[in-house]
């Protein structure tokens, strides 16, 4: 089994400012890593991913994340935030070696950019 | 681009009546998934189905039952709903091979 644990609820940040949201995950097995932002009653939209290969990957909106086999860690960064990035970040896992690709998620955390 | 499609997009119910949920998925996409979300909680995995067929079950009440059609198209049906079924449910959709899962807007069910 997987569990995924985002290490801060609540993130504030001014608007400019470099940010860094924090995600650890836990399995027995090989995982694919996801970053996904929620905006405020929206649906999901996925920011990036890793599935093989460099470990530094890059997604939309300028957003960045660096999966850490050792530290089984994928924090995700950007080096300057925007007022429009303020929104609910959910990291999640599937398992490599499964048939359907569910996701399991973390907690969220919510980035409030302030101006 | 076409995206995965749900409906209704807001729905309210009295507890202990039926509810049903549709999502469309994305052309070509093979899999749909379904999630619940809480408030203030993160999306949880219900139900999965590959191909017409249930490919995965997750924390998913009895009084719950989903179904993937030959058009793909998925319904999840809610019987002798709760409070506590009050949530956002998602559905999101791939393809054969693919891991990236795409998510429909969301289908907001509030029990009274």
């Known amino acids: 089994a997987q569990s995924v644990t985002q290490l801060d609820s609540q993130v504030p940040v001014f608007e400019e400012a470099p940010v860094e949201l924090r995600c650890n995950y836990s399995?027995?097995?090989?995982?694919?890593l996801f970053w996904y932002v929620q905006y405020p009653n929206q649906g999901l939209q996925l920011l990036l991913k890793?599935?093989?290969?460099?470990?530094l990957v890059k997604g939309i909106n300028g957003f960045e994340a660096e999966f850490n086999k050792s530290q089984t860690s994928f924090h995700l960064r950007k080096p300057s935030v925007h007022i429009s990035d303020t929104a609910e970040y959910f990291c999640?896992?599937?398992?490599?070696?499964?048939?359907?690709?569910?996701?399991?998620f973390g907690q969220g955390t919510t980035l409030q950019v302030k101006p | 681009a076409a995206g995965v499609i749900q409906s209704p997009r807001h729905l309210i119910k009295e507890k202990r009546e039926t509810a049903t949920l549709k999502c469309y998925p994305i052309?070509?996409?093979?899999?749909v998934y379904w999630y619940q979300q809480g408030p203030g909680q993160d999306p949880q995995f219900l139900i999965s189905?590959?191909?017409?067929?249930?490919?995965d079950k997750g924390s998913i009440p009895d009084r719950f039952s989903a179904q993937q059609f030959s058009d793909y198209h998925s319904e999840l049906n809610m019987s002798s709903l709760e409070l506590g079924d009050s949530a956002l449910y998602f559905c999101?959709?791939?393809?054969?091979?693919?891991?990236?899962?795409?998510f429909g807007p969301g289908t907001r069910l509030t029990v009274l």
């Open positions: 189905f590959y191909e017409k067929m249930q490919s």
């Open positions: 890793y599935l093989s290969g460099s470990t």
């Open positions: 999640a896992v599937s398992d490599v070696s499964g048939n359907t690709g569910k996701l399991i």
């Open positions: 052309p070509r996409h093979d899999t």
């Open positions: 399995s027995s097995v090989s995982v694919y």
């Open positions: 999101a959709s791939s393809r054969t091979g693919s891991r990236e899962q795409f």
